[in-house]
């Protein structure tokens, strides 16, 4: 399937690792323009070396900028005033108990998930529907819908990212612009990457022995029983941003290995 990205250009946020970076190498093998972005330039570089390992012709471009911030955002758009794509994937997470979870790490937390696409989706959009073409894909996570107790912070900022995508999306009415979320589930990308080996360190047992009994006791409900690999993410984002995929707007799509106890 030819998903017609070829004259598209698209915005990662937070992809010089993990799902941001699958999402960006897929993007580029379907032709589109990426821009990369992560805080440092040395981990951009790095990044756009992998992708153009697997795609030697990639059309790309790095921009080391902080998004959880305003004057991150500010930064980026003197350097990309116009994109047809923006996957707001950027993201922090951690386990906290919410009595030791702090005034400043609300914020922080709020700031890096949610306002970050605020700001994004503000530039942008406008732009998109004077256009009368683009994209906007959330990355947010079946932790919208199972608030997880070990994360609360994080659960509550990935339900606000899902309302913001609906609500933008209620702005789109009669145009080509959509706005979506995609909610993966528990994914094998570079931070989940450290928080497993991390895990079987502490408990002197192998990363596989971490992963099967993660599935066991902490996620029983998911039905592939395994972590998704950033990849498996991807695909979905990228037909997402297709032209192809026109008459999806405002919806959240799970992609989360059927972890979710529930049938539409
Ligand atoms: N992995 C999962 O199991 C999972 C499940 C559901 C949803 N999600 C969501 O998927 C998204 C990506 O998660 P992930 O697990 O792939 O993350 P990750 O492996 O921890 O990668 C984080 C990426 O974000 C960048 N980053 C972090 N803070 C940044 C900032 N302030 N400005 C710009 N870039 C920044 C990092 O770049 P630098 O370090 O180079 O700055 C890196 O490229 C998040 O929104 C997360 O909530 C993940």
Redesign the pocket.
């Known amino acids: 399937m030819d998903l017609q990205l070829s004259n598209k250009v698209a915005l990662v ?9 699958a999402i960006a190498t897929t993007l580029a093998q379907e032709g589109a323009t990426v821009i990369v ?4 330039q040395e ?2 570089n790095q990044a756009l070396d992998q992708i153009r390992r697997i795609v030697p012709n990639a059309k790309l471009q790095g921009i080391a ?4 911030t305003q004057a ?1 955002a500010e930064l980026l758009f003197q350097q990309v005033p116009l994109v047809n794509i923006l996957v707001n ?5 951690g386990s906290k108990a919410f009595e030791d979870i702090s005034d400043e790490e609300w914020m922080n937390i709020l700031e ?2 949610v306002m970050s696409g605020v700001r994004l989706s503000r530039h942008y959009l406008p732009l998109m529907l004077k256009q009368d073409w683009g994209r906007i894909i959330f ?5 919208a819908l199972n608030i997880p107790a070990e994360m609360i912070h994080y659960g509550v900022s ?1 339900t606000a990212q899902v309302a913001l995508a609906r609500g933008l999306a209620e702005t789109t009415a009669g145009s080509n612009v959509t706005v979506n979320s995609v909610l ?4 094998r ?4 990457e450290i928080f497993i080996q991390g895990l079987a360190k502490d408990q002197s047992i192998s990363p596989e022995q971490v992963e099967k009994e993660f599935f066991s006791k902490t996620r029983p409900s998911s039905l592939i029983q395994r ?1 998704a690999s ?1 990849s498996e993410v991807a695909v979905l984002v990228a037909f997402v941003a297709s032209p192809l995929a026109s008459a999806i707007n405002g919806a959240a799509l799970r992609v989360e290995g059927g972890l979710v106890r529930s049938i539409i």
């Open positions: 946020s937070g992809s010089s690792a993990g799902i941001g970076l972005n992560g805080r440092t981990r951009v900028a902080d998004l959880g991150g994937n950027l993201g922090i997470y890096v998930n990355i947010s996570s079946e932790s990935k993966p589930g528990p994914t990308s570079e931070g989940v972590f950033t």
